[in-house]
């Protein structure tokens, strides 16, 4: 589940093993014991290993609104976590930047350190976005073009879905 380790953050993932095949990002901030879940599919196991890692949810960021980036939202928000559209400002490095094209609203979160970039339904293993459910191509093309294209090239992609397989 750790898959990303740096010298403040560590970034874990929870693969959904459905359909969708998405991925639940939860970015770990050891020093503070703080974490911020990065669309949570399930909110009940987010929950539960949070307590069995002794982190306390700080926030729930959401790279865009359709429901399998959501799913979890209820659970978490229930619990007294609340849906953030930045990451706190004690969590330094992290940019929140827009993406749109597969949604209108679509944003991502990129680390200069990693470089990582948590592309949500922007970018993928081999492939990017549909535009079915609120899309537009031209501006995901925009989008590629304007900003994803100039990414340093060690940018590590973490993608909201494991779509290798069926995109090769």
Same mark, same amino acid.
Request: hydrophobic letters at 40%; one cysteine or more.
């Given at each position: 589940?750790?898959?990303?380790?740096?010298?403040?953050? $560590?970034?874990?993932?929870?693969?959904?093993?459905?359909?969708?095949? @998405?991925?639940?990002?939860?970015? #770990?901030?050891?020093?503070?014991? /703080?974490? =911020? =879940?990065?669309?949570? !599919?399930?909110?009940?196991? =987010?929950?539960?290993? *949070? %307590?069995?890692?002794? +982190?306390?949810?700080?926030? &729930?960021?959401?790279?865009?609104?359709?429901?399998?980036?959501? %799913?979890? @939202?209820? &659970?978490?928000? $229930?619990?007294? &976590?609340? =849906?953030?559209?930045?990451?706190?400002?004690? !969590?330094?490095?992290?940019?929140?930047? *827009?993406?749109?094209?597969?949604?209108? $609203?679509?944003?991502?979160?990129?680390?200069?350190?990693?470089?990582?970039?948590?592309?949500?339904? #922007?970018?993928?293993?081999?492939? &990017?976005? @549909?535009?079915? @459910?609120?899309?537009?191509?031209?501006?995901?093309? %925009? /989008?590629?073009?304007?900003?994803? #294209?100039? +990414?340093?090239?060690?940018?590590?992609?973490?993608?909201?879905?494991?779509?290798?397989?069926?995109? +090769?």
């Amino acid at each position: 589940m750790l898959i990303l380790r740096s010298p403040f953050y $560590e970034v874990h993932r929870i693969f959904a093993g459905h359909s969708l095949r @998405n991925y639940t990002y939860i970015v #770990t901030h050891p020093a503070t014991t /703080t974490a =911020v =879940v990065i669309d949570p !599919w399930d909110g009940e196991s =987010v929950l539960a290993w *949070a %307590r069995a890692q002794g +982190l306390q949810l700080v926030g &729930v960021f959401n790279t865009h609104q359709h429901h399998d980036h959501i %799913r979890g @939202n209820a &659970v978490l928000s $229930e619990a007294g &976590v609340p =849906v953030l559209d930045a990451l706190p400002e004690a !969590w330094p490095g992290w940019q929140v930047w *827009a993406s749109p094209g597969h949604t209108s $609203e679509h944003r991502v979160l990129f680390h200069d350190a990693g470089p990582w970039l948590l592309s949500g339904d #922007t970018v993928f293993q081999a492939g &990017v976005g @549909n535009c079915k @459910n609120g899309g537009d191509p031209g501006t995901l093309y %925009r /989008t590629l073009r304007d900003w994803l #294209t100039r +990414l340093p090239d060690a940018t590590l992609v973490l993608p909201g879905h494991d779509y290798l397989k069926r995109n +090769l």
